[in-house]
């Protein structure tokens, strides 16, 4: 992960500027794994969060309240009991390891003054916020926000009462007082491997994207051996450890096309300008780059649940539709039975009581064949007759029945595979919105004492043609219907793949160039289920020509007047 010792260092650093005396005003817990300190100093405000979270483990300063469970969490309680209204002595950082002390100056329950250390261990999935005690024979655990049992561990358990150990230290060169010579014989063992792998496994607190960077420039941006580069290796590790003593540390954040986003306590030289955000400030960094992965998790997580549900949804509805299907062409025999009926009634006098099969004259044919008819030997031919023509009546009207069923179906079918294409394309914002859909459909289960969100609408998705006209894409069915039936002008043109499940896109022009006509054509089969097809048929009208149903689901609408182009997706 990118939070290494060398960045821990850096937010140590401007920790102990920026809080120094800070004071513990409330103490949350958003997550399982993750507290957050409210804190104030004479001058200002902080959030300081502390995660333990495998995923995203870190310590900095963050500038979003976060949402809070309705509950505390027993760890939450704890900590509130012993450092609500602490101040805070000092901040300190185990050598270079990413182990953060937080020492606490607060009251015990009969006021007399007592310290308590809360120790952030950030160690990938190792990582815990433990909560310490002076004692005796050294810190004494007053819990954990993971509690480690000695079953689960064979170096230390985590649990109250026990006493503190730190985790096993690592057989590492010192980044401070590295010498050629040291750092040689360490490259010496690890001539296998990459330059970055044997700095990392060689230096203290120098974790992978700080050390892609280290090899970067020792190697002028070329390939070379690291006993080789023992010498620029040392020189470039010697710069870093002088500007993390002269507080020099920055915080730049990589977004490579293609590659998951990453950061690194250091100019990133390998890394194109365009790809690259710096941050003086390591702490402003790596709150902007863990909100993004947050978002970018929740948005994955969301849109993960929802495809999950309308394909299951989806496949639900093929199935019914399948066999409604089958029991229609079952139903488009009933008129045999009619023609039974009609034949026995024809000829009553030629059957005898109590025949299990009637053999009768076919007037239907054109040589009046005989026909088989099957009877039930307990009723007369006249109570056969009926007993076919009773049948007959209930197909037929069961068929019509089921035709407007199978209709509603396949409008359900193609409502759902809408649904699937919006949550396909949609972002955090637009699935949230998906997702209240959901809920209103009855697709999804609404969430007991869910926040209720702030009354915003996500916007659709708005391009500029060639010709310099605007173009809107809706990212969901409620964004369809507001762009369609709100937004726009009777007069505006409007867009859609034809017969195939897709976004509605709107020109705001009432006589738009051929070549706007056609971009926004390309983006409406780019926004469909016909994405990843050729010469895909795309529909368009005046919006005055679009209307919805009553009663239909959202982003279903019924049109005319319409022209059709065949184009390929925009990619």
Avoid at 334 to 361: C, M, N, Q
Wanted: one cysteine or more; glycine letters at 6%.
């Amino acid at each position: 992960m990118s939070y290494d010792g060398i960045t821990m260092a850096a937010v140590c650093s401007e920790l102990s500027k920026k809080l120094d005396g800070a004071r513990i005003d409330k103490i949350s817990q958003p997550q399982a794994l993750e507290i957050t300190l409210h804190m104030r100093t004479r001058e200002n405000s902080y959030l300081l969060t502390c995660s333990a979270d495998s995923s995203f483990p870190r310590v900095h300063l963050a500038t979003h309240k976060p949402d809070n469970p309705p509950v505390a969490p027993p760890f939450c309680m704890l900590l509130r009991k012993h450092l609500s209204g602490a101040r805070l002595l000092s901040v300190e950082q185990v050598g270079l390891e990413r182990i953060l002390v937080l020492t606490f100056r607060s009251y015990d329950d009969f006021g007399n003054q007592a310290k308590k250390s809360l120790i952030c261990e950030i160690m990938g999935k190792h990582s815990n916020l433990i909560l310490t005690m002076p004692h005796e024979g050294g810190p004494q655990i007053l819990g954990a926000a993971k509690i480690v049992t000695e079953a689960m561990s064979r170096h230390r358990a985590v649990m109250p009462g026990e006493p503190y150990i730190e985790p096993p230290q690592q057989d590492k060169l010192d980044l401070f007082s590295l010498t050629e010579e040291a750092l040689a014989e360490k490259l010496i063992n690890l001539d296998e491997l990459p330059p970055e792998r044997a700095v990392v496994s060689s230096v203290m607190g120098v974790g992978m994207e700080t050390a892609r960077e280290i090899a970067y420039r020792a190697a002028g941006g070329e390939a070379a051996h690291p006993v080789e580069m023992a010498r620029a290796l040392t020189v470039e590790l010697r710069n870093l450890a002088q500007d993390l003593q002269n507080n020099k540390t920055q915080c730049c954040i990589a977004r490579p096309p293609g590659k998951k986003p990453f950061f690194a306590p250091l100019m990133l030289k390998r890394i194109p300008a365009d790809y690259l955000t710096c941050y003086p400030s390591v702490n402003e960094g790596l709150d902007v780059f863990f909100q993004e992965r947050r978002h970018s998790r929740r948005e994955q997580e969301l849109k993960s649940r929802l495809l999950q549900v309308a394909k299951s949804a989806v496949s639900r509805a093929e199935k019914k539709k399948r066999l409604q299907e089958a029991e229609l062409l079952e139903m488009a025999g009933a008129d045999r039975y009619r023609i039974f009926g009609e034949l026995l009634t024809a000829s009553i006098h030629l059957i005898p009581s109590g025949s299990k099969v009637a053999e009768v004259p076919n007037y239907y044919a054109e040589n009046q064949e005989p026909m088989s008819i099957p009877l039930n030997p307990a009723l007369s031919a006249q109570a056969n007759a009926q007993r076919y023509f009773k049948k007959y009546r209930k197909l037929k009207d069961g068929e019509k029945i089921l035709k407007g069923r199978l209709e509603e179906t396949t409008n359900e079918l193609a409502y759902l595979e809408s649904l699937l294409i919006s949550i396909e394309h949609a972002d955090l914002e637009a699935l949230l919105e998906i997702r209240e859909e959901m809920e209103a459909t009855g697709l999804i289960q609404i969430q007991r004492e869910k926040k209720k969100r702030a009354d915003t609408q996500a916007s659709p998705l708005h391009f500029v043609s060639v010709d310099g006209i605007d173009i809107y894409v809706g990212r969901n069915n409620k964004q369809n219907d507001r762009l369609t039936l709100k937004d726009a002008s009777g007069g505006h043109i409007w867009l859609h793949t034809k017969d195939i499940p897709g976004a509605h896109v709107v020109i705001k022009h009432v006589d738009p160039p051929e070549t706007t006509l056609v971009e926004a054509a390309r983006l409406a089969a780019r926004f469909s289920r016909a994405s990843a097809s050729a010469n895909v048929p795309v529909d368009y009208t005046q919006v005055k020509h679009v209307r919805k149903p009553k009663g239909a689901k959202p982003g279903m609408v019924i049109y005319d007047h319409h022209q059709t182009l065949f184009v390929t997706p925009k990619t």
